[in-house]
Nanobody, 127 residues
Framework: QVQLVESGGGLVQTGGSLRLSCAAS????????MGWFRQVPGKDRECVAA????????YYVDSVKGRFTISRDDAKNTVYLQMNSLNPEDTAVYYC????????????????????WGQGTQVTVSS
């Protein structure tokens, strides 16, 4: 069983920054591919960033490229999402997720391929 706990959400003005953190339980965090998703009411959960088990491969949805950075610190069992130049369209509940079954050095952007989820953290960007 893997537990994920997000932190770092909040209210920020347009153009501001936030850093989300996701702390994972368990001794084998380094072998998990990790993802950050977001969801707004009435829409599907969207993968905004993902990172492979080695950290060598990353993915960003087009709308956040150049503004968001995903990273991981395996010594701390933590994955981060640095979000810069935020705009109101980034307002959502953000979730981190762990893909514990993936054995290759890749990642997934598919909701159904992630095995464990955090409780979510609200990010609100005011105009």
């Amino acid at each position: 069983q893997v537990q994920l706990v997000e932190s770092g959400g909040g209210l920020v003005q347009t153009g501001g920054s936030l850093r989300l953190s996701c702390a994972a339980s368990g001794p084998t965090f380094s072998v998990y591919a990790m993802g950050w998703f977001r969801q707004v009411p009435g829409k599907d959960r969207e993968c905004v960033a993902a990172i492979s088990r080695s950290g060598g491969r990353t993915y960003y949805v087009d709308s956040v490229k150049g503004r968001f950075t995903i990273s991981r610190d395996d010594a701390k069992n933590t994955v981060y999402l640095q979000m810069n130049s935020l705009n109101p369209e980034d307002t959502a509940v953000y979730y981190c997720a762990a893909d514990v079954r993936r054995r290759s050095g890749s990642y997934s952007t598919e909701f159904g391929e992630y095995d464990y989820w955090g409780q979510g953290t609200q990010v609100t960007v005011s105009s």
